[in-house]
């Protein structure tokens, strides 16, 4: 289902509808049990000079970007909620310097702001076991292709793992290394057992079976792309979508912030049917605690 700019304007014109909304998303609304006198549904209203809400009996404040990614942000909700319409209504994501034109504000606030809607993201995008048909299969994201050998290209690089549901979720994230020590307690995390689960020949997904799942490989080294229903296309189509993103909108993506990116782009897939519940999730999932940088 779309959402359309004009019914995102309708829904959200200013500051004021922003707060209300916010209202609703923590607190059911503006009539609640008030936490200063006791009052059981007491009608709280809007302040003119702050972001809050004043009981009608006994005047307790509440301030609904409390605890919010909006907390002690100067920037307009306006232009916060205009931030998160575009990240959620663009397939290749938007650029900082994109949002800093949009909303006409500078490039560190901009660049601020699109990182805290990532983290946003990745906190509406909270895992669930994956089952059925499973493609696991990792990349590499980072900078220019150096050295010689086998592991050419690979020293300056993240490497980064990702598991899909066919027909599905996508969970996907940056690991340390590639060994099967790090691999398998992910799998044996974010999987259920006795699931069917298609990788490449890589060694790591080796004693796959011998965990409780069954476990399909293709070798790419021998060219083979699909056996049967084995095979890794879809993760590796979501690789792609995420790297020409990267290229093209972001050209270059650092290592600290990387997890960032790959969970915005998860939670874009994972959403990709319904463009209104994906503005809509990330709005309810204000009112839940947001994930630290790492």
């Given amino acids: 289902m779309k959402y359309t700019f004009k019914q995102f304007q309708a829904d959200l014109p200013d500051d004021a509808a922003c707060l209300a909304k916010l209202m609703e998303i923590k607190f059911g609304g503006t009539k609640l049990t008030c936490p200063g006198c006791g009052t059981v549904d007491a009608q709280f209203h809007a302040m003119g000079k702050r972001k809050a809400y004043a009981c009608q009996e006994c005047g307790h404040h509440i301030y609904p970007c409390a605890g919010t990614i909006f907390h002690k942000s100067s920037t307009k909700l306006t232009h916060w909620f205009f931030a998160m319409y575009l990240m959620t209504s663009t397939r290749h994501g938007v650029a900082a310097k994109e949002l800093e ?44 292709r150096l050295g010689r050998g086998v592991k050419r290209g690979m020293e300056n690089k993240t490497v980064v793992l990702g598991m899909v549901q066919r027909d599905g979720r996508v969970i996907a994230g940056p690991i340390p ?118």
């Fill in 177 to 294: 290394n590639r060994l099967k020590e790090t691999i398998e307690p992910i799998v044996q995390r974010n999987v259920k057992r006795g699931a069917k689960i298609s990788t490449d020949e890589h060694g790591a997904y080796n004693e796959l079976a011998g965990l409780g799942y069954n476990h399909g490989t293709v070798n790419h080294a021998a060219d083979v792309w699909v056996d049967g229903i084995t095979h890794t296309n879809s993760i590796e189509g979501h690789w792609s979508q995420l790297k020409r993103s990267i290229r093209g909108t972001h050209v270059h993506v650092s290592s600290k912030h990387l997890w960032k990116y790959v969970s915005e782009f998860s939670y874009r897939r994972n959403m990709r049917h319904s463009h209104s519940a994906m503005f809509d999730r990330l709005l309810v999932s204000l009112a839940q605690p947001c994930l630290k940088a790492t």
């Fill in 101 to 144: 034109r949009q909303i006409g504000c500078t490039y560190k606030t901009a660049w601020r702001m699109a990182h805290e809607l990532r983290k946003l993201m990745a906190t509406a995008d909270r895992n669930w076991p994956l089952s059925g048909h499973v493609e696991i299969d990792e990349t590499f994201i980072g900078g220019r």
